[in-house]
């Protein structure tokens, strides 16, 4: 509507433009004495008249004096036949110079037909554009079933498994689908089914995509790439046309790949949740499986479908036949990590004394993207610095920055705070000292970063897959570990512990509901986790317990918690010397790297 208007406005500029144009040169006409053709008779017996140019009836005059004139004959006649009609003398006639134009009506044209077409013309050419308008709103509501799936097939940007580091297994896996994509005959002739179908699982940041990718590029086929929430819009009926707009795109394109990412969001258990897109989901989800359903052994199309939570999936998209291979990725351990990151180290100026080695030591549970992350965040630090390379300091403190958000060298603490952060994070640093089990401290800081005050960095001495009850107890009380210093040198506690208190109160329920780990309640779990899609996302826990079991859950979540804190506060009390070192080290240069700190506590 707003178009139209814009448009209807420039119409009436330029037609307005015109007409003054117009208006222009008609009104430089009128300058012009128009003469009867009488009054032209009588100039030329008067041999007044130097030249005539004809130009069909219209007769433009110049006097010998050169005045200008007009002035309109009949067009049957010539002008010479109409002067002798007039009877001028022969002689006068051929003493007039006289010219005939070569486009008789252009004057006419100009001035009198012009006005007319060129609003015509203009009305013409608004009215296709209102059509085309219209017709455009058509064009959207028509493309609006269709999948927008993006295709990419760039050969430049190929990616292959070479782009991919570590995922050993992973790749292993989907080597077999590079080859049914590559060679389906062999398979055929075997009398084999091809499997139509991969789930990738694997964390956020991963390299789920990147691996989809890969397999395109390996086996060179087309990419159709779409997401899950695309398939689900505001009008029932979408997300299934949509999907078989996508099938319908790649059946043509074959053999291609279609990679469908967070396949979650249409592809959750049916029955579960209430939200509107529920019907959706569900026409979605059984579009999908049609489709894939119809694929027989000719069609060489292959589905990798992505999800970092396979516990919510339908078990009909796990079906054989469906998604019945499944591929898991895992967090990268250390040989990965740094491999990762020597990929993503590549075209970035690194010093040469950088220890990839060592920067791999201190990222566990960091994805392949956390990881890039790194470099890159390191490569912007290094730039704004204008140095010409990346130094080893400089990818440390972005390790932290991706960790921890950036360091807030203006929040400066006043000298109270300071005491208090530097006994807080003493605490949490001695009793990771102290406990076998807990994990070795990496870095102590009263720098404050991102909401952080100060921050203590416990890395494990290896990645580790399974965590021990021992493990969680002693990584309780380094979490109280603040706390308990608050309390037994201040004689109170500050604002300072309440993220510690979260993550201890998370892991002794966790321990209770989820581990099993409790005397009392058992090997068992408690409480169904389930996702409602009501009013956005959110994770309702669904009680399969009585009230008397959830009085004893928080009885032992309490427990658990106290008897962290009780450790913490002993140690932090017996080990006041070793307190005082730390702090006192703190205060002086805010930051203890480990080194220091273990020479500090032999
Ligand atoms: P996901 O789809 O699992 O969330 P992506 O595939 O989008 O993760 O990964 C994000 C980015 O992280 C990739 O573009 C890549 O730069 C980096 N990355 C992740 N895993 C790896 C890996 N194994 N090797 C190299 N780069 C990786
Ligand atoms: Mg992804
Ligand atoms: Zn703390």
């Known amino acids: 509507m707003k178009n139209i208007l814009k448009n209807f406005l420039i119409f009436f500029l330029i037609l ?6 117009i208006g222009f040169f008609s009104s430089q006409n009128t300058n012009i004495e128009e003469v009867s053709l009488a009054k032209l008779v009588q100039q030329v017996k008067d041999d007044q008249v130097k030249s005539i140019l004809v130009n069909g009836n219209q007769l433009n005059i110049t006097l010998k004096d050169d005045t200008q004139q007009t002035s309109k004959k009949e067009l049957s006649e010539s002008l010479t036949e109409a002067l002798k009609n007039y009877e001028v003398p022969t002689d006068k006639i051929a003493a007039i110079d006289i010219k005939v134009g070569e486009e ?30 219209v017709q455009g709103v058509n064009n959207r ?6 999948s927008g799936a993006k295709l990419a097939d760039d050969k430049r940007k190929r990616v ?10 992973a790749k292993e896996d989907l080597m077999e689908i590079v080859e049914f994509l590559k060679h389906p005959q062999k398979f055929i002739a075997m009398g084999a089914k091809i499997p139509k179908g991969v789930l990738l699982l694997g964390a956020p940041g991963t390299g789920k995509t990147l691996l989809a990718r890969a397999v395109s ?12 929430s695309e398939f689900v819009e505001m009008f029932v009926g979408v997300g299934a046309s949509r999907v078989r707009d996508l099938f319908k795109k790649a059946k043509k394109a074959s053999p291609c790949l279609i990679f469908i990412d967070e396949i979650d969001a249409v592809g959750r258990q049916r029955g579960a949740g209430l939200g509107g ?9 059984n579009q999908i499986l049609v489709e894939m359903d119809g694929f027989d052994n000719q069609t060489n199309i292959i589905v990798i479908a992505a999800t970092n939570r396979p516990d919510v999936l339908d078990p009909a998209l796990l079906r054989p036949g469906r998604f019945d291979r499944q591929v898991v990725i895992d967090l990268p351990d250390i040989k990965d990590r740094e491999a990762i990151l020597k990929i993503h180290a590549q075209g970035k100026p690194l010093d040469k004394d950088t220890d990839i080695n060592m920067v791999a030591q201190r990222t566990p549970g960091f994805s392949g993207a956390d990881l890039a992350n790194v470099l890159n965040e390191a490569a912007i630090l290094a730039a704004k610095e204008n140095k010409k390379t990346i130094n080893q300091l400089t990818i440390l403190d972005s390790i932290e920055r991706v960790l921890l958000g950036r360091e807030r060298k203006s929040h400066i603490l006043s000298a109270e705070e300071k005491k208090i952060t530097a006994y807080h994070e003493a605490g949490h640093a001695l009793i990771s000292h102290m406990l076998k089990n807990a994990d ?11 909401r952080a005050a100060g921050y203590t960095i416990n890395l494990p001495k290896e990645d580790k897959k399974l965590q021990s009850y021992s493990g969680f107890i002693d990584t309780m009380a380094v979490l109280l570990g603040g706390y308990a210093a608050e309390k037994t040198y ?25 581990f099993g780990m409790d005397e009392k309640l058992g090997p068992r779990t408690f409480g169904q986790k389930e996702e409602m899609v009501f009013l956005g996302r959110e994770i309702h826990e669904r009680r399969d317990y009585s009230e008397k079991t959830a009085e004893v859950i928080d009885q032992e979540i309490s427990a658990y918690v106290n008897e962290g804190l009780k450790t913490a506060i002993q140690l932090v009390k017996e080990h006041k010397d070793k307190m005082e070192k730390i702090v006192d080290a703190l205060i002086k240069r805010e930051t203890i790297e480990k080194q220091e700190f273990e020479s500090l506590m032999a």
Request: hydrophobic letters at 45%; charged letters at 20%; a neutral charge.
């Open 277 to 285: 897109s529920h019907d959706e989901r569900e026409q979605t989800l």
């Open 440 to 450: 070795p401290v990496h870095k102590v800081s009263i720098i404050s970063r991102g």
């Open 217 to 228: 590029g390996e086996a060179k086929v087309p990419f159709f790439h779409i997401s899950g």
């Open 141 to 146: 509501a028509m493309t609006f079933g269709q």
């Open 160 to 169: 292959s498994f070479k782009d991919v580091a570590g995922a050993h297994e």
């Open 16 to 21: 307005a433009v015109i007409s003054t144009i």
């Open 104 to 133: 008789p009506d252009s004057g006419m044209f100009f001035t009198t037909i012009l006005p007319f077409i060129i609003p015509g013309l203009f009305i013409i050419a608004l009215i296709w554009f209102m059509l085309r308008q």
């Open 490 to 514: 201040f004689g109170e506690v500050t604002t300072g512990a309440s993220n510690d208190l979260k993550r201890v109160t998370d892991l002794a329920r966790r321990m209770v509901t989820e």
